[in-house]
């Protein structure tokens, strides 16, 4: 059976030789610090906990014990590393355990947690001790972080010792050997990111399948597995791991699998670690799913195989936001300011706030979401959002207040809901604040607008602008479409107050929003 392990090797290098800051050492304890040994045969489990942790991404210990008194059963790796982190298979040898974890790309999210859990058996009562004859800690680049260990201590008196037959350590009727674990000895291929988040249904996503700890590599193979329902293959790309001039085989892409390989003819990867190759699926479904490695071959320039393990990746939903119905005082807003020049004349002044190029199908169920504010000195106070759709048809205020849920006090501001309903089906080209009426009064217009979202009504299910996220990263706001009985259009980004002048330079369009995502 074919062993694999991952390059931890860094994390016992020549930086030992270091002096150590004992201020910005982390501690490597067992839990319990002290334990009463419980019966011959019954299990007693220690904890190797860690405090003072600073951006860490692996750690390996060797702990000690008396093997007349235990006998080492089972590691676990615990939660302390983050999601997607891999362990080296334990290598026991007769009162030691030599363990260790890492994670690609990642650091702990806290300072304090369990590395890992070991379970012994008791083999006789009595009193002896658990420590560590050595512990590394290493950051996302395989630099040591400073450490310190605190061993326990077990209590039981002077006991008899097991007598079913079983020894410790090797032998007949004993725990059996275990192969050395050779440290470095071996690549991993892994599916990166460890965690993807999913875009929406009709939207594609990258997985990038990279090498780290490889050595002597001149072709791959790997075979990808996913959730049909909810990713849909599209395509495969080499990435740039492999020398110049390396071929891949064609792709083989079945219902739920991609298998695909390279190779390089005469040479070989002159890096450890790079890309493959990138996959790209398209989203069916925005689910919670896998795309695992299910199976990986390395090979040097003579064919033969090269040792590797495996990492897969998960895609995540992000639990949806609910409807922000209040716009909190201050901030900025969008800013529409113009002059309308006669009285009682048609006029039309908008700008979009978003585009989709290939349009966006209205749902029905649906809604568009935001809120709106009017200059106290506004001739007209008609005005918003409107949705246009490929076919033409214009969806937004009608001269009155559409569908107002809620007045916010003093402020001005109103949350007004547009059902997508009437329009279900059609495309939505574009999405546009403003105003667009056929009488309007002679004077000032002048309207903020924010947090324009597209909703189920109780969710969001996408932002459209969102001040807290928008108001700085835009360009220059132009005008939608024609303008109408209106001079000198002020159009900009600004703090919740009457727009005078556009400021800096704000550009909204779709492309830009669906990059933020």
Do not use: C
């Not at 982390?26 to 007693?44: E, R």
């Not at 210990?61 to 983050?82: H, R, S």
């Not at 807003?333 to 290939?358: C, R």
Request: proline share 4%.
């Amino acid at each position: 059976m074919r062993k694999v392990y991952f390059t931890i090797t860094l994390l016992i290098t020549a930086l030992l030789a270091l002096p150590v800051l004992v201020s910005a050492q982390a501690v490597i304890s067992i839990d319990p610090a002290t334990a009463d040994s419980p019966d011959v045969g019954q299990t007693l489990d220690f904890n190797v906990n860690i405090a003072g942790g600073k951006n860490i991404a692996g750690f390996q210990f060797t702990l000690t014990y008396d093997e007349t008194a235990l006998k080492f059963v089972e590691v676990k790796l615990k939660g302390y590393l983050p999601a997607g982190a891999f362990a080296v298979p334990a290598k026991v040898d007769p009162g030691s355990v030599l363990y260790g974890a890492a994670a690609i790309g990642a650091t702990a999210a806290k300072a304090a947690g369990t590395l890992a859990t070991l379970t012994f058996k008791v083999v006789a009562k009595k009193d002896s001790a658990i420590g560590f004859s050595s512990a590394k800690l290493s950051d996302a680049v395989a630099k040591e972080v400073a450490s310190t260990t605190k061993e326990a201590t077990i209590k039981g008196g002077a006991g008899e010792r097991a007598n079913d037959g079983e020894k410790t350590g090797k032998g007949d009727g004993g725990q059996p050997p275990v192969e050395p674990v050779l440290l470095g000895d071996g690549a991993t291929i892994s599916a990166n990111p460890a965690e993807i988040k999913s875009p929406a249904a009709g939207e594609t996503l990258a997985v990038t399948i990279g090498i780290a700890g490889g050595e002597n590599v001149a072709g791959f193979e790997f075979k990808l597995t996913y959730d049909e329902t909810a990713l849909e293959f599209v395509k495969v790309e080499l990435g740039g791991y492999l020398p110049a001039g390396a071929f891949a085989v064609p792709v083989r892409a079945d219902v739920g699998s991609v298998l695909y390989g390279a190779t390089a003819i005469g040479a070989k990867a002159v890096k450890s670690s790079g890309t493959l190759a990138t996959v790209t699926f398209k989203v069916v479904e925005a689910k919670a799913s896998d795309v695992g490695v299910a199976s990986a071959k390395l090979a040097d320039p003579n064919a033969k195989e090269i040792p590797s393990g495996t990492i897969s990746a998960k895609i995540i939903v992000k639990e949806a936001d609910p409807v922000i119905t209040e716009r909190e005082e201050g901030g900025k807003s969008l800013n529409l300011k113009a002059t309308i020049a006669a009285e009682g004349q048609p006029i039309n002044l908008q700008t979009a706030v978003a585009e989709y190029e290939d349009g966006k199908v209205a749902e029905k169920g649906t809604f568009i979401e935001y809120q709106v504010k009017f200059g106290q000195d506004s001739a007209l106070k008609t005005g918003g959002i409107y949705i246009h759709t490929d076919k033409g048809n214009i969806l937004g205020p009608d001269g009155k207040i559409q569908a107002m849920r809620l007045v916010e006090g003093d402020s001005k501001w109103t949350h007004n809901r547009i059902s997508l309903d009437p329009i279900a089906g059609e495309k939505i080209v574009a999405i546009t604040a403003g105003t667009k009426v056929d009488s309007a009064p002679k004077g000032l217009f002048s309207m903020l607008v924010d947090n324009i979202q597209l909703t189920d009504g109780d969710k969001i299910v996408e932002p459209i602008w969102l001040s807290i996220e928008d108001a700085d990263d835009q360009g220059e706001l132009k005008v939608y479409g024609d303008l109408v009985g209106v001079d000198a259009p002020e159009l900009g980004v600004k703090e919740d107050e009457v727009a005078v002048e556009p400021k800096d330079k704000i550009l909204t369009s779709w492309g830009q929003i669906k990059a933020r995502q």
